[in-house]
């Protein structure tokens, strides 16, 4: 079993920067997939940028060149940091973690982008 606790979210101004983070009960080199997705009210679940046990990264087109996922694999822990932040960009992100044959979700953490 993992958990995975998500933090960082908040209010920032467009064009401003945020970092979440996202801790895991165990080491994430054992996970086969680390990620960030977002949702907003009405929508799917999307992914927003993930990375594999093996350093891999993916990102959502919407978000490329402005958000960045590393990893601290001594503290558990995947960031995303999130620049050029736009008002399109508010949602409530989550971390997910893919062990399989599980799929594991953090609770969530707001991000409002906004003036």
């Known amino acids: 079993q993992v958990q995975v606790v998500e933090s960082g979210g908040g209010l920032v101004q467009p064009g401003g920067s945020l970092r979440l983070s996202c801790a895991a009960s165990?080491?994430?080199?054992?996970?086969?997939?680390m990620g960030w997705y977002r949702q907003t009210p009405g929508k799917q679940r999307e992914l927003v940028a993930d990375?594999?046990?093996?350093?891999?990264?993916n990102y959502a087109d919407s978000v490329k060149g402005r958000f960045t996922i590393s990893r601290d694999i001594a503290k558990n822990t995947v960031y995303l940091q999130m620049s050029g932040l736009k008002p399109e960009d508010t949602a409530v992100y989550y971390c997910?973690?893919?062990?399989?044959?599980?799929?594991?979700w953090g609770q969530g953490t707001q991000v409002t982008v906004s003036s």
């Open positions: 997910r973690a893919n062990k399989p044959p599980f799929i594991y």
């Open positions: 165990r080491s994430i080199l054992g996970i086969r997939v």
């Open positions: 990375v594999t046990g093996g350093g891999n990264t």
